[in-house]
């Protein structure tokens, strides 16, 4: 994995809005497509523009905007089996901790759908990942749009075992433990298609943060025990892989909601650097979590390991100053070293691909000021 060594590197989480081509032939909501090799020859034309254009407004490290997947997360549930989802059977968002309380007037006129719970993902049969077509594919189209431009590096997202099927119920494993590590088992085969491409594995994991407010009221026990698990799974699922060609991303949730009942950062930070991952991709920038720069004050980066921290959000369309950008840097900078940060996002701007955080114009203001934000830290923290 690069590091800043001589300026301040550029990245984002993953998720980026949808060609609408692409969502006119399937999508979350509509399903998959009724053509798919048209779908797999447009998502490949789709691919190789996203590319370029990450390349041309200057982003050191890039990925595909995961087109070609219809959600983060539950992407997943088409690519294992073990599951069947129940449209009937819905589930209350216990993610949503104590907002969904506090806050359910406006949850029920902005995101009405939320309240009426989400379709329950059993877990009937074994866990397996049988066929790597799929994987295959969007490697191969992220790999060839790579030969058409210069960047660092590039990386591919793929879904944690504490956020697969996370409004999920097991019915099949004798234990909480044995249908964890049974995901996990599955999901290695996943990452490991990503790294044998070359690429950067990007996991992505959501819920471990999201679930802090719902278990902790249960108890603060009952949360570590399940989040250490689920760390543990990770761990299980990345064996194999060196640590410096893994990235962790973590989020409290990239909806727009008021976010009072986040995780606190200083209460999972150390469950996050127990990730077997050579970097931690983690929020930083919405007026949420800003403020949390400040556990870099007395958590210690591990040796050998990078921040990619967000210094632009997904969470409002005010497009950041690029001096706001770069005085984000600089502070994390002196905090864990210049080459140990690498400037990125809170999370994606596309939660699934029907739902963009911003429009897309903005999106690319965003982008411009965090690449001129790292070139003014860049002439900060090196002298040019």
């Not at 905007?65 to 089996?81: H, M, V």
């Not at 929020?283 to 403020?291: I, K, L």
């Not at 591990?302 to 690029?322: F, Q, R």
């Amino acid at each position: 994995m690069k590091r800043s060594q001589d300026r301040i590197l550029t990245t984002h989480v993953g998720s980026l809005p949808r060609p609408q081509p692409l969502l006119d032939r399937a999508s979350y909501r509509t399903g998959p497509p009724k053509d798919p090799e048209e779908y797999a020859r447009l998502v490949r034309a789709a691919v190789a523009e996203i590319v370029k254009e990450q390349a041309a407004v200057g982003l050191d490290i890039i990925n595909d905007g995961e087109f070609g997947k219809d959600s983060w997360a539950n992407y997943i549930l088409r690519r294992i089996t073990g599951f069947e989802v129940r449209e009937q059977e819905l589930r209350p968002l216990e993610w949503l901790g104590r907002d969904g309380v506090r806050f359910a007037e406006f949850i029920a006129e902005e995101m009405p759908h939320v309240l009426t719970g989400t379709p329950t993902e059993a877990c009937v049969a074994p866990i397996t990942y049988p066929d790597t077509h799929a994987i295959d594919q969007a490697v191969e189209h992220l790999t060839s749009a790579l030969r058409a431009v210069r960047v660092v590096e590039a990386f591919m997202t793929a879904v944690a075992p504490a956020s697969t099927a996370y409004d999920g119920i097991n019915e099949f494993y004798p234990t909480e433990q044995d249908y964890v590590f049974a995901i996990a088992d599955a999901l290695h085969t996943e990452y490991a298609a990503i790294h044998r491409a070359g690429l950067l594995v990007q996991v992505d994991d959501a819920v471990l943060a999201n679930m802090y407010d719902a278990l902790t009221q249960q108890s603060p026990r009952r949360y570590r025990e399940w989040a250490e698990l689920r760390v543990e799974a990770l761990n299980r699922a990345l064996v194999g892989i060196p640590e410096d060609r893994v990235r962790y991303h973590v989020c409290f949730g990239s909806w727009h909601v008021p976010h009072l009942s986040d995780a606190p950062l200083e209460d999972i930070v150390d469950l996050i650097l127990k990730v077997r991952a050579g970097a931690y991709s983690i929020e930083a920038a919405n007026p949420r979590h800003e403020h949390e720069w400040r556990v870099w004050e007395k958590v210690k980066l591990p040796p050998g390991k990078i921040l990619i921290p967000g210094v632009i959000t997904h969470h409002i369309v005010t497009v950041e100053h690029p001096r706001v950008v770069a005085d984000r840097i600089v502070r994390f900078a002196q905090l864990v070293g210049r080459e140990n940060v690498i400037a990125g996002t809170d999370c994606g701007f596309a939660q699934v691909d029907v739902i963009r955080r911003v429009h897309p114009k903005i999106m690319w203001a965003k982008f411009e000021s965090l690449v001129e934000g790292a070139r003014i830290a860049t002439r900060e923290l090196w002298g040019r």
